[in-house]
């Protein structure tokens, strides 16, 4: 297993992050700081200072997305333990002593986060939309925020990724099982 470190609570949920999480963290920072300067066009010291707080915001909307998630998992009365951060990404974290669940519980549960991500979009949208004329530092980092909570935790949590485990993954695994199911008691 890799190294978990403990960072604490938000709710209910224990948060742990990899190492790996502190590379992530730093490696989001250069990426969105070379986007405040080319594509935002910002001074160097505005560029670095939008990329780092679009890199804090990047692991708010990762928090945001694990929450729907958690939010989820409790209304199925089969609660999350936590999320553990790695890299630019985060998992959530079911108890271990878990029984099998009906496959409508795991679609619930992975539903959650997408649905929680997809309001936010729309909120950060929104936001990006009204601070545009004033500020291009605001701009760009309210832009990044409402297309990281689109394309990577609504869009891409939906996409089956051979190489990781994403809710599209969950959500591929138990509808072909619930449907199947389904068939077995019609039959
Ligand atoms: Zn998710």
Redesign the pocket.
């Known amino acids: 297993m890799n190294d978990r470190v403990p960072l604490g609570k938000v709710g209910k949920l224990d948060i742990t992050a990899e190492p790996s999480a502190a590379g992530g963290f730093l490696l989001l920072w250069a990426v969105f700081s070379f986007l405040g300067a080319k594509l935002f066009r910002l001074r160097p010291g505005a560029a670095a200072t939008g990329g780092l707080l679009a890199a804090t915001l990047h692991f708010v909307a990762e928090m945001w ?2 929450l ?2 958690a939010r989820a998992a409790e209304q199925t009365g089969y609660p999350m333990e936590g999320v553990h951060l790695w890299g630019v990404l985060g998992t ?1 974290v079911y108890p271990a002593s878990e029984p099998e669940l009906p496959p409508q519980i795991h679609v619930e549960r ?1 539903l959650g ?2 649905r929680a991500s997809a309001a936010l979009t729309i909120a950060a949208g929104i936001l990006a939309a009204l601070v545009r004329p004033f500020s291009r530092l605001a701009f760009m980092i309210a832009s990044i925020f409402a297309l990281e909570n689109s394309l990577i ?1 609504t869009i891409g ?1 939906f996409l089956p990724l051979p190489f990781l485990e ?2 599209g993954t969950t959500l591929q695994r138990y509808r072909a099982a619930h449907r199947k199911r389904m068939v077995v008691i019609q039959e």
């Open positions: 997305h694990q729907g998630h959530s992975a986060g997408p935790f949590a994403t809710d």
